[in-house]
């Protein structure tokens, strides 16, 4: 923790981005949306009626998790794909990169700080979840099985955006590829799973024997949402070798770790490369 | 203090710099002289540790920055030619940052920015936004930046580029100050004037390869057989002019109304044949002398058909 409080980069980085009105407009324009969808909802289903559902509470759960879910995806990106390569066009990079900050201090603060305020972001949405709980319908396990597969898509679209940010030179270029890798990973994934489902049944191949089709159901994150929540997407015949929430988890922190190493490695200056 | 040997980097088929050999002593001040593109910024990246040289070796305080990266970062103090500053942070925040960085302990940082502001000049916009400085001020914030672990050697590309003639000045003192503590400099300009005052050595470089290097003082025009000479005449510039250009041991001719300042590869014979020629034509020379030799001159001369 005392490294945490004196990391140099770590300080820097909170103080220019809590110092700026931006970070409150960011904050404020986030909690607003979600209120106002949560709001809307509320108000409609309960506008010519007497009495509330406790199905209908689930109802606005799910909806609530979906645009959250949706939000880190457009959010994470955006945040930290200019983190390093801000510091590039600002020709700040390599004054850093002669003092004893490494590489690998340099992308793992600009990370941390980054989560950090997508965090305070999706923490500070909790207050609204409470309504869901005040109708019922929800339990616990299921929101805390939530808020960690947050903080795992937090952490991976925000290593894409910091692997994009030391890859590419340009902020632009690095935003525009972190949005297509979390746009794949969304949509792409799922696609692809339905794609070779369809295949392999019109192949008459047996789907249900294949290890392929839990783990490609548990790499994307729309469908690993879907079952925290309880909603089955898999066929039901489908068995998961672990429980795609963790199944989930290990790839894509796995992924993220080697995002990070890789953002590191791009970013020493004095690394071998290869000639031609 | 510094030494680089057959230093060379290469950009695919371009060759930035070619076979560099390079010794400055410490406590010296180095000048590094030579156009855009002649390969100043990259020898001050590696020697930095930012840039891998494709061949040969070069050493800060007998570290070699390939392999000692570490130490050799600890023994420099680097300057861009443009650099950025983070708009957010005040002065001495911005300092702040650069001790932590330098892993500085907190109870040191204090006093040290304070002296550090002192240093530069601007202990008065110590709670600043960097943002509100001028360009003067943030070089000069810059510098401090460097100086904030205490460096043995400084590398200082173009600090005076882009400034004005008073912060100019106001750098080159600061330079002076930080030569008698007993820093080891290296600084490119292209503003040759300054690097003649404030170096004892100077390297000339072009197309990335290393074309003179010696003492300021062993720097002459004269080792090539050039003098510089100046005429002033009191009217009939036209015809000085031409008969200028038409003497075979002139070149360079700069012409300032009515007083001209020329390159002279000849002899003393020779010189006093063009003076006779001038008097001949009827044109009244109120001066024919030789000049003193600036760097610009040197550097002229030395980098005559280099490139070319």
Partial sequence: ?276 | MIETQGLTKRYGKLEALKELNLKIEQGKVFGFIGPNGAGKSTTMMILSTLLRPSSGKAYVGGFDVEKNPREVRQLIGYMPDFFGVYDNLKAVEYLDFYCGAYQIPDRKRRALIADLLELVNLSVKADSYVDSLSRGMKQRLGLARCLVHDPKVLILDEPASGLDPRARIEMREILIELRSMGKTIIISSHILPELAELCDDIGVIENGKLIAYGSVGDMTVGVRGISIMQLKVLDQVEEAEKVLSDCPFVRRVDNKNRYFRFQFTGSDADKAALLTKLLGEGIPVVSFSEAKENLEDVFLAITEGVGS
């Fill in chain 1, 1 to 276: 923790m005392r490294g945490f409080l004196t990391n140099p980069m770590i300080i820097k980085e909170l103080r220019e981005r809590f110092r700026t009105g931006k970070t409150a407009w960011i904050l404020g324009s986030y909690l607003f949306v979600m209120g106002a969808i949560l709001f809307g909802v509320i108000y409609v289903e309960t506008a010519n009626k007497i009495y509330f559902r406790p199905g209908e509470s689930r109802q606005i759960f799910i909806l609530l998790t979906v645009i959250q879910l949706g939000m880190i995806g457009f959010i994470a990106p955006a945040l930290t794909a200019g983190t390093i390569s801000g510091e590039r066009e600002r020709q700040t990079l390599n004054v850093l990169l002669t003092t004893h900050l490494t590489p690998f201090a340099i992308v793992s603060s600009k990370m941390l700080t980054s989560l950090l305020f997508i965090s305070l972001v999706v923490i500070s949405s909790l207050p609204l979840y409470s309504f869901v709980f005040l109708y019922g319908g929800i339990s616990p396990e299921q929101l805390i099985k939530i808020f960690w597969f947050f903080a795992v898509n937090i952490i991976f679209f925000g290593s894409v955006g910091v692997f994009c940010s030391a890859r590419f030179r340009r902020t632009g270029v690095s935003t525009i590829i972190s949005y297509g890798l979390t746009f794949l990973i969304g949509v792409g994934t799922a696609l692809l799973t339905i794609f070779l489902w369809q295949f392999f049944e019109m192949m008459e191949w047996k789907t249900f024997d294949s290890a392929l089709f839990p783990f490609m159901f548990s790499i994307n994150p729309g469908f690993v949402l879907a079952e925290i929540i309880g909603e089955k997407v898999a066929p039901s015949s489908m068995t998961y070798i672990m429980e795609p929430w963790i199944l989930f988890s290990i790839f894509y922190l796995g992924l993220s770790v080697f995002l990070l190493g890789w953002a590191t490695r791009v970013l020493d200056p004095l690394r071998k490369r290869r000639l031609g």
